[in-house]
């Protein structure tokens, strides 16, 4: 009303409707525009508008009459809310001439004149201790003063009210709800009771924080406790075993934390005393929320399963020892004496930490002989890692044996481990370990004396764990004496020497090895013989064998192959061609192997005219490996470039 129309007459027939009409509803928000109508009549306005807000200036909750006056989600004042509670109302005569006291959004102010609204009155109340603003607005100027302050009070009052009876009306229908969902889980819970009580299995509900609810009558029956004893704080400390109750303790907190279902295996104690193995199932209970509300847990009994896994365990243990003590050298057929004075080192060494080199001729089975002694150590369930320094050129065999770190070199892209760390725990079989080059060498003796090895690029020394064993051809104390190998490193490689015995020496195994050899290739292309003629025994018994095992492996493949019968035959003329000749440019008479060595690779070179790689070159004329020529070559430093050059001169 206009300040002229002296002091207003309140309609009290239509404050009457207007109460009875908010404090029926359960919704105010619905029925906004229709207060605001009779509203209308008590205090005229073009826009009515309720507010809540949080402490922050957030809406909380919003009414509108109309949609015509701009929207906002946050609203601060530029007055405390101390100021405001204590004044109760903020009017605007014209909001062309004076500011409201809204920092808020900045162009609120704007917006409403652009909306075309002129003056303003706020009623600042609480409904239920939450801040509370009523808004008149109009599109006249000076549309309010302090005479409608009583009116508009007596209506925020009336909201205020209605909205209290809204929230109330709202919670007394949650506590409803909330009794009606406990009344109807109490009554499916009573009826699971009686299903559950007649399963087999052993079954207990549990609170959220694992607290026990309900035990069935078979987990009663079994474990001879009552009700109240399940119940009880102590009760798993009677009933798990007690082995079992750090590691339960853990298991199902870690599990109830995680809210899935999960299991457990534990043994419980019968009423007699006696524990059994049983697998607890757990799973959650959720409300129409989500919220865990029950844990069910079923125990399963699986003694019969775990004692039945432990016989097979047993058992298959003392099969692996009783096959480990019968044919800890299964593959390693003969029973010659030179043979089995071997094999009875290697019992004897197996057993120990100790260094093994073992010596003989290629071919002899050296890495058979490796195997079976890491099978019969203590080490046997680690790991057995075989490298062939002769087949890793010079440039890569640290790397490749102690591992690099990132930028190393060109092409080290990433850490990785080197053979020492992958065997770290087990074994490492260094074969041809004769050809390691000088650097590597140095590496080598350090890991054996200190048990330590460092990456390369790294400064960090690494502790490992390896048991070494180490093979080669060569004559090491002759490649000591000839400069090509560490004096140091073979003292400490030759802690126990095993010297495998060549073919030639072991005659009598040769017919016990044509049979397991034939048996094997003969299962392996699908042929079934039953005989060897004694001729081919005799023949093979006469044979030198230059290449040994592998030799004689290499002959009866070859022949299984060919066999069209069930006799095995071998043609005789395999076995007449000698060993390759030196040729004359060897023929001299030489000091040492490594002498010898080099006197053969440069014959080869010369041949060769300095080629190294490829079929007509020396490798493949020499039948060794390019990077173990390469190897060789430098170590005994032979410079090729001598036989290109003579070729190049002779063009």
Not at 6 to 27: F, H, K, N, Y
Not at 482 to 503: A, K, S
Request: glycine residues 6%.
């Amino acid at each position: 009303m206009s300040p002229d129309s002296g002091a207003p007459v309140v309609d009290v027939e239509s404050s009457l409707q207007l109460l009875r009409t908010i404090s029926e509803v359960l919704d105010i928000r619905g029925v906004f525009p229709r207060v605001s109508e009779i509203v209308r009549r008590l205090l005229p306005h073009d826009h009515l508008q309720l507010t809540f807000l949080d402490k922050t200036g957030a809406v909380v909750m919003q009414a509108r009459s109309t949609d015509g006056f701009p929207h906002y989600d946050r609203v601060t004042s530029t007055v405390s809310m101390a100021e405001r509670r204590e004044k109760g109302f903020a009017i605007c005569g014209d909001l062309t001439q004076e500011r409201l006291p809204i920092a808020e959004p900045a162009d609120l102010q704007d917006r409403m004149i652009a909306a075309g609204f002129r003056s303003f009155l706020a009623i600042f109340a609480s409904a239920r201790e939450q801040a509370m603003t009523l808004s008149f607005v109009s599109k006249r100027a000076n549309a309010f003063s302090t005479d409608d302050l009583p009116v508009a009070r007596r209506i925020a009052d009336y909201i205020a009210l209605a909205v209290s009876h809204e929230q109330l009306a709202k919670a007394e229908r949650r506590v409803a709800e909330a009794h009606a969902r406990e009344e109807q889980l109490r009554t499916s819970e009573q009826e699971l009771r009686g299903i559950v009580d007649a399963i087999p299995q052993l079954i207990v509900v549990r609170k959220p924080d694992g607290t026990f609810l309900y035990a069935n009558r078979s987990l009663l029956e079994y474990s001879g406790f009552t009700v109240d004893e399940v119940m009880a704080s102590d009760f798993r400390t009677e009933f798990v075993h007690p082995d079992d109750r750090t590691r339960l303790h853990e298991e199902r907190r870690e599990g109830l934390s995680r809210v899935v279902p999960f299991e457990i295996e534990q043994r419980l104690r019968r009423k007699d005393g006696q524990y059994r193995w049983f697998v607890v199932r757990y799973h959650p209970l959720r409300d129409e929320d989500g919220r865990i509300v029950r844990w069910y847990a079923t125990g399963t009994d699986i003694d019969e399963r775990k004692r039945a896994e432990e016989r097979m365990r047993n058992e298959t243990l003392a099969l692996r020892e009783d096959i480990d003590r019968a044919s800890m050298f299964e593959e390693i057929v003969g029973s010659s004496p030179a043979l089995q004075r071997v094999l009875a080192q290697a019992a004897k060494v197996a057993t120990t930490d100790a260094t093994v080199l073992i010596l003989g001729e290629t071919g002899t089975g050296k890495e058979l002989l490796a195997r079976a002694i890491h099978r019969r150590s203590g080490r046997a369930t680690r790991a057995f890692i075989r490298v062939n320094c002769a087949a890793i050129p010079p440039s890569l065999i640290a790397s490749e044996l102690f591992g690099h770190e990132k930028g190393a070199f060109t092409g080290a892209l990433q850490r990785r481990l080197g053979r020492f760390e992958a065997a770290d725990g087990g074994t490492i079989f260094l074969d041809e370990v004769g050809d390691l080059p000088p650097e590597t060498q140095i590496a080598l003796l350090r890991v054996l004396q200190e048990r330590e090895i460092e990456r390369v690029g790294s400064s960090h020394p690494l502790t490992v764990d390896v048991r070494v064993l180490a093979a080669t051809n060569r004559d090491l104390e002759a490649a000591v004496e000839g400069g090509t190998f560490r004096q140091d490193l073979y003292y400490r490689l030759n802690v126990f020497p095993i010297q495998m015995p060549p073919m030639r020496e072991r005659a009598d195994d040769i017919p016990v090895l044509v049979q397991y050899l034939v048996e094997r290739y003969a299962k392996r292309v699908g042929k079934n013989i039953r005989n060897i003629q004694k001729q081919t025994l005799e023949l093979f018994q006469g044979y030198d064998w230059p290449g040994n095992v592998r030799e004689l492996q290499n002959v009866i493949e070859r022949a299984v192959v060919l066999c069209e019968g069930e006799t095995f035959v071998v043609d005789a003329s395999w076995l007449k061609a000698g060993p390759p000749q030196p040729s004359q440019r060897t023929g001299h008479q030489v000091t040492t192997l490594a002498q010898g060595e080099k006197a053969m690779i440069e014959a080869a070179l010369a041949e060769c005219h300095g080629r190294v790689s490829g079929p007509r070159g020396a490798a493949a004329k020499l039948g060794i490996p390019r990077q173990t020529l390469e190897s060789k070559i430098k170590a005994l430093q032979i410079d090729k470039l001598v036989y290109q050059r003579t070729l190049s001169g002779r063009q």
